[in-house]
T-cell receptor, first 113, second 113 residues
Framework: EAGVAQSPRYKIIEKRQSVAFWCNPI?????LYWYQQILGQGPKLLIQ????????DSQLPKDRFSAERLKGVDSTLKIQPAKLEDSAVYLC???????????FGPGTRLTVT | GENVEQHPSTLSVQEGDSAVIKCTYS??????FPWYKQELGKRPQLIID?????GEKKDQRIAVTLNKTAKHFSLHITETQPEDSAVYFC????????????FGAGTQVVVTP
């Protein structure tokens, strides 16, 4: 069974530039999550989608972060403009609808210089 | 919202000994408690989970216990092996915030041969 796919795996940008991350969830998983994991900390939920609708984006810094999940499958997370404190690993996870078990992708390590 | 505290932050054990990691949560409505293992540079991997209607769950060398009254849950690893070395995260969520996992800060486990 294929797992959650993410790309790119690594990205280095300068502050004030923009960046986008892509996620393809496990087939059949209606719920998709984006997490931010700062070095030495646990993942923090940024946004949760159910199919193509947003369930929770209360911790998403909406002045610079945006996310979409067109057609209820793949998702993209964008940061514009990036700040130094956005340096982190961005993890995508997915789960079956109404099931709590979440499965993570390999993440994208973002470095903002 | 939910707050999860995890102890210890680092744990060094001799191969073959047992390891115990403890987490406390604040929201009495939380009813799902997963544990993730994250090796360096890898994705968080779901290793075991427990729901609030169960007090204990085992899977080979790992077990999780839950005390709803005290609002704490623990991960037990027996007969530790070098491949158990990783960062372990506990998390909690409830049905009113289904999917919004609140993670602990993580425990770095080092198993020395």
């Amino acid at each position: 069974e294929a797992g959650v796919a993410q790309s790119p795996r690594y990205k280095i940008i300068e502050k004030r530039q923009s960046v986008a991350f892509w996620c393809n969830p496990i087939s059949g998983h209606a719920t998709l999550y984006w997490y931010q994991q700062i070095l030495g900390q646990g993942p923090k939920l940024l946004i949760q989608f159910q199919n193509n609708g947003v369930v929770d984006d209360s911790q998403l810094p909406k002045d610079r972060f945006s996310a979409e999940r067109l057609k209820g499958v793949d998702s993209t997370l964008k940061i514009q403009p990036a700040k130094l404190e956005d340096s982190a690993v961005y993890l995508c996870a997915s789960s079956f609808l109404l099931y709590p078990e979440q499965y993570f992708g390999p993440g994208t390590r973002l470095t903002v210089t | 919202g939910e707050n999860v505290e995890q102890h210890p932050s680092t744990l060094s054990v001799q191969e073959g000994d047992s390891a115990v990691i403890k987490c406390t949560y604040s929201d009495s409505a939380s009813n799902y408690f997963p544990w993730y293992k994250q090796e360096l540079g890898k994705r968080p991997q779901l290793i075991i989970d427990i729901r609030s209607n169960v007090g204990e769950k085992k899977d080979q060398r790992i077990a999780v216990t839950l005390n709803k009254t005290a609002k704490h849950f623990s991960l037990h690893i027996t007969e530790t092996q070098p491949e158990d070395s990783a960062v372990y995260f506990c998390a909690a969520t409830g049905t009113d915030s289904w999917g919004k996992l609140q993670f602990g800060a993580g425990t770095q486990v080092v198993v020395t041969p």
